[in-house]
T-cell receptor
């Protein structure tokens, strides 16, 4: 089965520190990968997708096919980045969006 | 534009009861889906639909039924509620399965 693994349940950093949220996938073909974010008392929303290779709110994510990873990075964390982050993968003939278990990012002042 | 709406926001059921979680969207999206969110397990896909009249199973479909008679609505039915179905349920819609717009969620407790 195609899986998305987020090994960290909680990542705690101080403001201004670099952040890397890990995501690994198991898929032998060309993956379609995404990061979704859920801020406190807000709806889950798309943060970025690998195909657009963009930076959103200072976050970037690079697809590494050799390591089957799609880690989310930000050089300087802000308190407002505190949220739940989910890595997701299109599966099932690109009809199903499968999520990882999520990582809670806590940025402390 | 209301986006994706879900009712109710909260529900408490007794084991064996049935109920329907409502989901509606006003964005004319073809793709709709239902997820459950549980601590440590992330979001798991229950059922999805690629258009009116078409539904398919996700990762955890057992105990749930769906139908899609209109583009706007995608109700999720719990046939006989069990404590294991205690969760937060999210409905989502999109033009395709990738960039999905999520509803606010329904928190369900089964006693």
């Amino acid at each position: 089965a195609q899986r998305v693994t987020q090994p960290e349940k909680l990542l705690s950093v101080f403001k201004g520190a670099p952040v890397e949220l890990k995501c690994n996938y198991s898929y032998s073909g060309s993956p379609e990968l995404f990061w979704y974010v859920q801020y406190s008392r807000q709806r889950l929303q798309l943060l970025l997708r690998h195909i657009s290779r963009e930076s959103i709110k200072g976050f970037t994510a690079d697809l590494n096919k050799g390591e089957t990873s799609f880690h989310l990075k930000k050089p300087f964390a802000q308190e407002e980045d505190s949220a739940m982050y989910y890595c997701a993968h299109l599966s099932g003939g690109y009809n199903k969006l499968i999520f990882g278990a999520g990582t809670r990012l806590a940025v402390h002042p | 534009n209301a986006g994706v709406t879900q009712t109710p926001k909260f529900q408490v059921l007794k084991t064996g009861q049935s109920m329907t979680l409502q989901c509606a969207q006003d964005m004319n999206h073809e793709y709709m889906s239902w997820y459950r969110q549980d601590p440590g397990m992330g979001l798991r896909l229950i059922h999805y639909s690629v258009g009116a009249g078409i539904t398919d199973q996700g990762e955890v479909p057992n105990g749930y039924n769906v139908s899609r008679s209109t583009t706007e609505d995608f109700p999720l039915r719990l046939l006989s509620a069990a404590p294991s179905q205690t969760s937060v349920y999210f409905c989502a819609s999109s033009y395709g399965p990738d960039t999905q717009y999520f509803g606010p969620g329904t928190r369900l407790t089964v006693l």
